[in-house]
């Protein structure tokens, strides 16, 4: 299973853009990078998942190098309600194995 | 669309005590998963289902923990006995895992939370 490792925590102010950065250096060819958002007392609720290149969706962005041992997430003009726990996970491309959960990455934004 | 539902929110048990955890997976989803979070770190993946089968249950505690899929839909689990450090919240997921269309979106219920005394 390819490891990940982001940073413990990021803070930032609302309207401020957020690039939370994860590295998996031994991502595997068919592997696929997902990223994963928890808030207080909920479970965790899909973000966004890519492979390669850049993947947009209406909440955020994500950017793959073409080496792959890295991805950033992008939250565009943070809000107070953005403050959660942001996890990236990286997975084999047929759904038979769930994806490991590494500790995460704690943001508080602040007014 | 109903999201995946978990009973009850919250249980408290003395150590020694069983309990057990109910999931109701989104209509139609072969995968269902059981994590464990303790507080502070990330969900730990303790068995996953693909319909009434396990897949992966390398995490679970058997010695104490169980768990069943019944007909490939409801799922329960089980701790017996109960000890200290398996005061977590008990998270279900399913998701449709299509073979072949790269990993498919999980779907977590907003879990038990368990406290041991």
């Known amino acids: 299973l390819a490891k990940t490792t982001q940073p413990i925590s990021m803070d930032s102010y609302e309207g401020q853009e957020v690039n939370i950065t994860c590295s998996h250096n031994n991502i595997a060819t068919n592997d696929y990078i997902t990223w994963y958002q928890q808030f207080p007392s909920q479970g965790p609720r899909f973000i966004i998942q890519?492979?390669?290149t850049k993947v947009t969706n209406e909440v955020a962005s994500l950017f793959i190098p073409a080496d792959r041992k890295s991805s950033t997430l992008s939250l565009p003009r943070v809000s107070l309600s953005d403050t959660a726990v942001y996890y990236c996970l990286v997975g084999d491309g047929t759904g038979r194995r769930a994806l490991t959960f590494g500790s995460g990455t704690r943001l508080q934004v602040q007014p | 669309e109903a999201g995946v539902a978990q009973s009850p929110r919250y249980k408290i048990i003395e150590k020694r005590q069983s309990v057990a955890f109910w999931c109701n997976p989104i209509?139609?989803?072969?995968?269902l998963y059981w994590y464990q979070q303790i507080l502070g770190q990330g969900p730990k993946l303790l068995i996953q289902?693909?319909?009434?089968?396990?897949?992966?249950d390398s995490q679970l505690p058997k010695d104490r923990f169980s768990a069943e899929r019944l007909k490939g839909v409801d799922s329960t689990l089980k701790i017996q006995p109960a000890k200290l450090e398996d005061s977590a919240v008990y998270l279900c997921?399913?998701?449709?895992?299509?073979?072949?269309?790269?990993?498919?979106?999980?779907?977590f219920g907003q879990g038990t939370r368990l406290t041991v005394v």
């Open positions: 890519g492979y390669k």
């Open positions: 209509s139609g989803h072969a995968t």
């Open positions: 289902f693909q319909n009434n089968g396990v897949v992966d």
């Open positions: 997921a399913s998701s449709l895992s299509r073979l072949g269309q790269g990993n498919t979106e999980a779907f």
